[in-house]
Nanobody
């Protein structure tokens, strides 16, 4: 299974943009469906976006549709989450996750076999 390391989080103002990155190592990146989850204090971990192995399909939670774009570069073993028009409700720790195979069960955290350590996104109003 791959190992994942996220970066790109930080403190931004409402309306700003941010791009998160997640680099994978130790496995075959293109064998994995990749996703971003987030977890705010006191809340459950929430699926944000997912992308199929060769970028043919992308998926988003309704609350970020039109504001976020997930992409991947298999040559660089990297998945990205571009976030725009950030709001305080987007503040959370963002986690990168990987699961072998396709999109089945993609919104369920338990379906993923590998997780990064998380990167904090803070949005000031």
């Amino acid at each position: 299974q791959v190992q994942l390391v996220e970066s790109g989080g930080g403190l931004v103002q409402a309306g700003d943009s941010l791009r998160l990155s997640c680099v994978a190592s130790g496995g075959t990146f293109s064998n994995n469906f990749m996703a971003w989850f987030r977890q705010a204090p006191g809340k459950e971990r929430e699926f944000v976006a997912g992308i199929s192995r060769y970028s043919t399909s992308t998926y988003y939670v309704d609350s970020v549709k039109g504001r976020c774009t997930i992409s991947r570069d298999n040559a660089k073993n990297t998945v990205y989450l571009q976030m725009r028009t950030l709001q305080p409700v987007d503040a959370a720790v963002y986690f990168c996750a990987a699961k072998l195979g396709g999109a089945s069960g993609q919104t369920t955290a338990g379906a993923y076999g590998a997780w990064g350590q998380g990167t904090q996104v803070t949005v000031s109003s």
